[in-house]
């Protein structure tokens, strides 16, 4: 028993550390700069405001440091900001999401019940 579960927490470790290496590498395999899609629609940007925009995301180090930084704010639970707003990224989320818990706690309450009728039955069988 204890080498299953040491085996799942090593896949799950596994996991985790390969999407959060696909995601800051991510940024760099995108055609184009992550800055530059963000001020892609003000035509008053500055090469200096870009530059420091770069620079306050950390785009301008390099890539294992961005990495390590990114691991070190998610282990804290900081998501990052939103591009427009400059909302934290949870805060935008759940603004978003509000309005629609009551529906999709229904949904999930019926699947459930769905689910669990459904495993019901087959067992009897």
Same mark, same amino acid.
């Given at each position: 028993m204890l080498r299953f579960l040491f085996s799942k927490f090593?896949?799950?470790f596994v996991t985790i550390?390969?999407?959060?290496?696909?995601?800051t590498l991510l940024i760099h395999i995108v055609p184009g700069?992550?800055?530059?899609?963000?001020?892609a629609q003000s035509q008053g940007s500055t090469p200096e405001q870009i530059e420091q925009v770069r620079k306050n995301l950390g785009l301008d180090q390099p890539i294992y440091i961005q990495y390590v930084n990114y691991i070190d704010q998610l282990s804290k639970g900081d998501l990052g900001k939103t591009i427009r707003g400059g909302a934290t990224s949870i805060?935008? $989320?759940?603004?978003? #999401?509000?309005?629609?818990?009551?529906?999709?706690?229904?949904?999930?309450?019926?699947?459930? $019940?769905?689910?669990? #009728?459904?495993?019901?039955f087959s067992s009897l069988q």
């Amino acid at each position: 028993m204890l080498r299953f579960l040491f085996s799942k927490f090593l896949l799950a470790f596994v996991t985790i550390f390969v999407t959060t290496i696909l995601v800051t590498l991510l940024i760099h395999i995108v055609p184009g700069d992550p800055v530059q899609i963000m001020f892609a629609q003000s035509q008053g940007s500055t090469p200096e405001q870009i530059e420091q925009v770069r620079k306050n995301l950390g785009l301008d180090q390099p890539i294992y440091i961005q990495y390590v930084n990114y691991i070190d704010q998610l282990s804290k639970g900081d998501l990052g900001k939103t591009i427009r707003g400059g909302a934290t990224s949870i805060r935008g $989320y759940f603004s978003k #999401t509000t309005k629609h818990n009551p529906l999709s706690s229904k949904c999930d309450g019926d699947c459930t $019940y769905i689910g669990s #009728t459904s495993r019901l039955f087959s067992s009897l069988q």
